[in-house]
């Protein structure tokens, strides 16, 4: 059992980044202002998130590494997010059979915080009380130890990190407004550092460079069509190149990869940018959550929805205005 617990973990999470990408969320969802990261080994070694949210209580301690503990906690109140992208419940047990991982929470009402270690989604001993503030801090240490398979697949921890700093990156520029930080274990400096009531722009400006955010083009396209999909967020303007190609997508607060949303906008640009020059784009795509795919798994990269093609077209017919109307 624990074996084939172990094989499905490797296959959800699949290296340092997408382990961090869902604690993130979990730091998200409970309503955190700051998140800040510490990582060694390029998050293999030790990967360490920190937020002020709302805390873990006592009770649920030897709830939350379990699968589908999402619905027998006693804080769940949120069934309409089940929808959202299908599989609840997974990310926190999936870690805990691949790694070493250390939960300390404090919930505002209790009087101290509480600490305790989990392994293949037990909670091991009591959870014992400990100082600490409001909010949660997860240790996840030695990823894949128990899969060697996984850790040999993975390249070099350099490149480990900056998947780790990418994901960082694009949560923070959506979610403007919470503090984020990300360090290398032992260093005070942060790679990444944004404030708290800072603006997209701002953090664009700031994770992307002042070049770019001079020549940022607002796209809005406001939910009331036949799809209610809403479309927000910036493009840059057509005499502008980034170094690589950079495509922020986000459906319903995942950080995604639509692969027919990236390519038609890759295509529309390449009618006004010169050969080998790139596009900036930024986009939050929210739809009715039972139109999103609920078969693809939370830690696929790619989603597919409904109507694809209808808002592929929206989102192509409002760059496009942006540009033509930029560049009258
Ligand atoms: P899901 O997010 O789908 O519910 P997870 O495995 O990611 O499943 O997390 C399990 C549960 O643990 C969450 O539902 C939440 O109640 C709790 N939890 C995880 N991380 C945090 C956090 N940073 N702050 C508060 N609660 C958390
Ligand atoms: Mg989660």
Same mark, same amino acid.
């Given at each position: 059992? *624990? $074996?084939? %617990?172990? @094989?499905?973990? !490797? ?6 980044a997408? +382990?961090?990408k ?8 409970? !309503? ?5 990261? $510490? ?29 589908? +503990? =999402?619905?027998?906690l =006693? *804080?769940?109140?949120?069934l309409?997010? @089940?929808? =959202? ?35 293949d ?9 400990? +100082?600490?503030?409001? !909010?949660? *801090? @997860? &240790? ?10 996984r850790?040999?697949? /993975? ?8 998947? $780790? ?6 949560? +923070?520029?959506r ?18 550092? =944004? ?6 722009? %701002?953090? @664009? ?11 940022? /083009? ?18 840059s ?8 190609e950079?495509?922020? /997508? ?6 995604? %990869?639509?692969?027919?949303?990236? &390519? ?11 050969? &080998? ?16 795919d609920?078969? $693809?798994?939370?830690?696929? &990269?790619q989603?597919?929805?409904?109507h ?5 077209? /929206?989102i192509? %017919? ?11």
């Open positions: 059992k *624990t $074996v084939v %617990d172990r @094989i499905a973990a !490797g296959e959800v999470i699949e290296r340092p997408n +382990a961090l869902e604690l993130v969320e979990n730091a998200l969802d409970a !309503g955190s202002s700051s998140i800040s990261v $510490v990582v060694k080994g390029g998050g293999l070694k030790v990967l360490q998130i920190t937020d002020n949210g709302h805390g873990i209580r006592l009770d649920d301690f030897p709830l939350v590494c379990q699968r589908f +503990a =999402t619905s027998k =006693t *804080t769940f109140d949120d309409k997010s @089940i929808g =959202t992208f299908g599989f609840r419940g997974e990310a926190l047990a999936s870690i805990s059979h691949v790694a070493h991982v250390t939960i300390t929470s404090k919930t505002p009402e209790a009087q101290c915080a509480f600490a305790g270690s989990f392994a989604g037990k909670l091991l001993g009591k959870a014992k009380p400990t +100082a600490g503030n409001t !909010g949660t *801090t @997860i &240790k996840v240490e030695d990823l894949f130890y128990n899969v060697k398979t850790r040999k697949a /993975l390249k070099s921890t350099s490149e480990e990190f900056n998947r $780790v700093l990418d994901v960082l990156t694009r949560y +923070a520029l979610n403007a407004g919470v503090a984020f930080s990300l360090k290398k274990f032992g260093d005070t400096r942060a790679v990444l550092n =944004t404030q708290t009531g800072a603006s997209v722009k %701002d953090n @664009i400006a700031l994770l992307y460079g002042t070049e770019l955010s001079r020549e940022l /083009l607002r796209i809005d396209v406001p939910a009331a069509n036949e799809y209610g999909a809403s479309v927000a967020g910036f493009v303007n057509a005499n502008y190149s980034s170094k690589k950079v495509s922020v /997508l986000f459906v319903n607060s995942r950080s995604v %990869d639509v692969p027919s949303v990236r &390519k038609a906008i890759k295509a529309l640009f390449s009618e006004y940018l010169p050969k &080998k020059a790139h596009p900036f784009v930024y986009l939050d795509i929210a739809l009715p959550p039972e139109t999103v609920v078969n $693809v798994h939370p830690t696929k &990269k989603v597919h929805f409904m694809e093609d209808e808002i592929v077209s /929206l192509t %017919d409002a760059i496009r205005a942006a540009l033509l109307d930029a560049n009258a």
